[in-house]
């Protein structure tokens, strides 16, 4: 737990000491909740020494906590709830990734919340790298997997407040095991088999250290393709908390997921059925679902999942699914399909199908087995699973600017279904509420917020959700689900009140091609106009929420704008030029943009969009281009950790070259901004990290290279141990990071050109 939690009006809980701040409100009953009241200073012992008006600074990005709804337990009476604070995460080892018994640190706080009372109790005071929980079937027990070092299996009792360790028999946790307790009392979870902890380890050195390494390229699978499948090798067993005992469900095998019936008597699971190393990615990769009933073998439910999305009921055994537009139902114990809604199956032979057929994507099943969820292009639609029947629950008549709706919750009584409504083309997002029995659908709120994971109770009575707005981090929110008037439990970081915090707006504007594009602007505190602005770029960017950098850069004097791209399949490159530049322009125009001061950087894609960018066009004053390739070429096949991930995002995926590299060679050629390294006039500060497995620091340092022997304005920082964007490695490397793009955007758009030096001036963009 923070240091200094405020519990309103029930009582006070300290614990050990931490920089970090947490404010928690208690509730009334559920009829009494209301919108009033919300506890949102700190304990005075924890406040904060800055002025008012201070601008933010990286120790206050550090100290940025994260609050989150966990599960409900099945009698609605506790929630869990998961606090993480940002600087808790420091340490993060880069040059493990790709190595399946190590986990990225991602600490974070548990406490126990009285749905009723509001009072919370600590579970974890001490940050741990939390996995799965799942609550026991009568609410008793809470199980915890961590992800430490050594995962854990812990135990939570609710009756005496206490936290046990559950021993395994010896057999190791798997690191990515969902959790799953039985009416019985037993708790099905995944673990490892003997020698897996050794084998990882011996592969990892190997490829990692050596001293020799060999590849053949005869053989099934990419060397650390081998590797990230042990990730999955699991065995799925029942335990006995009480003695330990360990029974087998599902024997070692490539398990990617499972589920099972409360009974435990059915279970089933998605098996990964690679033979070799898949270049196509994605939908293509093969995959089967098999199962078992009691103590008879396991069957082969579906022999392959390509093209198939399945959703099982809470009982384990009925399931629904999606394939070629149609949605079935069908059961472990009766697999015959039976169509739902959707065009019927395609003759042999028949290829042909008319535009006017609906076609739909299963969304939700109901836990009860009851009604479906699907949607379609006309919107979300529930469907009777008992008789097709159809209501339309979120109409959609626009596509292209009408509203989303998609399905936020449902109640695990399987009578209330929660709805998130958000436009297109405005600020304008709501909750709304379907009571099935009731045959009703209720907007429950509708503003300019956003609600993030939305969580109702068991019985659809409480509502759990993330409200945050104007670029602030979230806070914890509960209501009564039927009239909601929600009250702040939690507010995430009351420290900020002391920062003078920038504003939000959204902005639509035409691109080069006449088409609508919407962007998120970040205005300093008191607005200001003929600002040195700041495009962060990457490609669609809509929702205010949360940014720590684009915080701190406009809590200094500089409007952020985030602007959005259509792309076009082999000529990624013009995207940015023709949506960002006119962003540019639009806010120009309005007046708050100085056009002689603009600066623009992306992280990963967005970096080498930066780098792409600054090829095509003089005006911009200063780039920056975080962990981001400039060499398509030599991109293409590298980054080994991640397998094939380079090649099939080149030829189909974000990159959006369309074809291979020996299809489209010249493709390749014109979207490597190295090679037109001469054209640059943009000072360039390249950010790499020394461990970065997704884009390796040697292909960004072809930039530095190129441009020093052209003579151009470049710098290029390396993080040494750090890895893919913001260095995470400690404190010291996470300031100085943000130092530098701070320092890099006000030598150049901020000071007089006087002060630049004279050796940099003749290359500046005129």
Same mark, same amino acid.
């Given at each position: 737990m923070p240091a200094f939690l405020t519990v309103h009006p029930r009582r006070?809980?300290?614990?050990?000491?931490?920089?970090?701040?947490?404010?928690?409100?208690?509730?009334?009953?559920?009829?009494?909740?209301?919108?009033?009241?919300?506890?949102?200073?700190?304990?005075?012992? #924890?406040?904060?020494?800055?002025?008012?008006?201070?601008?933010?600074?990286?120790?206050?990005?550090?100290?940025?906590?994260?609050?989150?709804?966990?599960?409900y337990s099945p009698d609605g009476k506790w929630l869990v709830v998961r606090i993480a604070r940002r600087?808790?995460?420091?340490?993060?080892?880069?040059?493990?990734?790709?190595?399946?018994?190590?986990?990225?640190?991602?600490?974070?706080?548990?406490?126990?919340?009285?749905?009723?009372?509001?009072?919370?109790?600590?579970?974890?005071?001490?940050?741990?790298?939390?996995?799965?929980?799942?609550?026991?079937?009568?609410?008793?027990?809470?199980a915890i997997s961590t992800r430490d070092t050594i995962p854990?299996?812990?135990?939570?009792?609710?009756?005496?407040?206490?936290?046990?360790?559950?021993? /395994?028999?010896?057999?190791?946790?798997?690191?990515?095991?969902?959790?799953?307790?039985?009416?019985?009392?037993?708790?099905?979870?995944?673990?490892?088999?003997?020698?897996? /902890?050794?084998?990882?380890?011996?592969?990892?050195?190997? $490829?990692?250290?050596?001293?020799?390494?060999?590849?053949?390229?005869?053989?099934?699978?990419?060397?650390w393709d081998v590797l990230r499948r042990l990730g999955n090798r699991a065995i799925v067993v029942a335990l006995t908390p009480q003695s330990a005992r360990l029974d087998t469900l599902i024997p070692a095998s490539q398990i990617s997921s499972w589920n099972a019936s409360p009974d435990g008597q059915r279970i089933s699971w998605r098996?990964?059925?690679?033979?070799?190393?898949?270049?196509?990615?994605?939908?293509?990769?093969?995959?089967?679902?098999?199962?078992?009933?009691?103590? +008879?073998?396991?069957?082969?439910?579906?022999?392959?999942?390509?093209?198939?999305?399945?959703?099982?009921?809470?009982?384990?055994?009925?399931? #629904?699914?999606?394939?070629?537009?149609?949605?079935?139902?069908?059961?472990?114990?009766?697999?015959?399909?039976?169509?739902?809604?959707?065009?019927?199956?395609?003759?042999?032979?028949?290829?042909?199908?008319?535009?006017?057929?609906?076609?739909?994507? $299963?969304?939700?099943?109901?836990?009860?087995?009851?009604?479906?969820?699907?949607?379609s292009r006309t919107g979300l639609h529930l469907v009777r699973a008992a008789d097709g029947a159809r209501r339309t629950i979120g109409a959609v008549t626009d596509t292209i600017r009408g509203p989303r709706f998609a399905l936020a919750d449902w109640s695990r009584d399987g009578r209330t279904l929660l709805l998130s409504m958000s436009s297109r083309t405005t600020w304008d997002r709501a909750l709304i509420r379907v009571t099935l029995a009731a045959?009703?659908?209720?907007?429950?709120?509708?503003?300019?917020? $956003?609600?993030?994971?939305?969580?109702?109770?068991?019985?659809?009575?409480? /509502?759990?959700?993330?409200?945050? *707005?104007?670029?602030?981090?979230?806070?914890?929110? $509960?209501?009564?689900?039927?009239?909601?008037?929600?009250?702040?439990?939690?507010?995430?970081?009351?420290?900020?009140?002391?920062?003078?915090?920038?504003?939000?707006?959204?902005?639509?504007? /035409?691109?080069? +091609?006449?088409?609508?594009?919407?962007?998120?602007l970040t205005m300093p505190a008191g607005g200001g106009r003929a600002l040195p602005t700041v495009f962060s770029v990457y490609e669609d960017f809509f929702d205010d929420s949360f940014d720590a950098t684009t915080m701190l850069l406009a809590s200094r004097g500089y409007a952020v704008m985030k602007p959005s791209v259509t792309f076009e399949t082999g000529y990624p490159g013009e995207a940015w030029?023709?949506?960002?530049?006119?962003?540019?322009?639009?806010?120009? *125009?309005?007046?708050?943009?100085?056009?002689?001061?603009?600066?623009?950087?992306?992280?990963?894609?967005?970096?080498?969009?930066?780098?792409?960018?600054?090829?095509?066009t003089n005006r911009f004053k200063a780039a920056i281009n975080i962990s981001g390739k400039v060499d398509l070429v030599s991109f293409y096949t590298d980054s080994p950790r991640l397998g094939v991930r380079n090649v099939n995002a080149a030829e189909k995926t974000q990159d959006r070259i369309g074809a291979t590299m020996w299809e489209q060679p010249q493709k390749y050629v014109q979207h490597s901004a190295v090679l037109f390294a001469d054209r640059i006039k943009t000072p360039l500060l390249l950010v790499t990290g020394g461990e970065d497995h997704n884009v390796p620091a040697i292909n960004t340092r072809e930039m530095y290279f190129a441009l020093r022997r052209l003579g151009k304005p470049v710098e290029w920082v390396n993080y040494t141990n750090g890895g893919h964007g913001i260095p995470m490695t400690n404190a010291a490397e996470f300031a100085d990071w943000h130092n530098r793009l701070l320092g890099w955007y006000d030598r150049y758009l901020k000071p007089a050109a006087a002060t630049i030096p004279a050796s940099e001036q003749q290359h500046l963009p005129r």
């Open positions: 006070a809980l300290r614990t050990a000491a931490t920089s970090a701040t947490l404010a928690v409100a208690a509730i009334a009953g559920p009829s009494q909740l209301s919108a009033q009241g919300a506890v949102s200073a700190a304990a005075p012992s #924890a406040a904060p020494s800055a002025a008012p008006s201070a601008a933010l600074t990286p120790a206050d990005l550090l100290d940025v906590q994260t609050v989150s709804a966990g599960d600087g808790d995460g420091l340490g993060f080892v880069a040059a493990r990734d790709g190595d399946p018994s190590y986990t990225r640190p991602a600490p974070s706080r548990l406490l126990l919340l009285n749905t009723a009372t509001g009072d919370t109790t600590p579970i974890l005071s001490t940050p741990r790298t939390i996995g799965t929980l799942a609550w026991s079937r009568q609410s008793e027990r809470l854990q299996l812990l135990i939570w009792d609710v009756a005496t407040r206490k936290l046990r360790v559950q021993a /395994l028999s010896g057999a190791r946790l798997a690191e990515n095991s969902d959790l799953s307790w039985t009416d019985d009392g037993r708790l099905l979870l995944a673990i490892r088999e003997r020698q897996w /902890l050794s084998e990882v380890r011996a592969r990892f050195d190997s $490829l990692v250290r050596g001293p020799i390494s060999v590849q053949v390229g005869t053989e099934p699978f990419l060397a098996e990964d059925r690679n033979a070799q190393t898949n270049y196509e990615g994605g939908p293509s990769n093969e995959s089967r679902l098999l199962a078992r009933l009691g103590r +008879d073998s396991a069957r082969v439910v579906f022999a392959s999942l390509r093209g198939v999305t399945v959703l099982q009921a809470a009982d384990g055994d009925r399931y #629904a699914f999606a394939r070629d537009g149609a949605i079935y139902l069908a059961s472990l114990t009766d697999t015959t399909p039976r169509r739902l809604i959707g065009p019927a199956p395609r003759a042999r032979g028949d290829s042909a199908r008319g535009n006017d057929v609906e076609r739909f994507t $299963l969304t939700g099943f109901s836990p009860s087995g009851a009604d479906v969820v699907v949607s045959d009703r659908i209720d907007t429950l709120v509708r503003d300019g917020r $956003l609600y993030g994971a939305p969580k109702l109770s068991p019985d659809g009575a409480r /509502l759990a959700v993330m409200i945050a *707005e104007n670029g602030r981090p979230a806070d914890l929110w $509960l209501g009564d689900a039927v009239m909601f008037a929600p009250k702040r439990l939690v507010e995430s970081n009351p420290r900020l009140a002391s920062r003078a915090l920038p504003s939000t707006k959204l902005v639509e504007y /035409l691109d080069a +091609d006449g088409r609508a594009q919407f962007g998120v030029l023709k949506g960002v530049t006119a962003s540019a322009n639009k806010l120009i *125009e309005l007046g708050i943009a100085d056009s002689s001061k603009l600066g623009v950087h992306g992280t990963s894609y967005g970096g080498y969009a930066t780098n792409l960018l600054i090829t095509q």
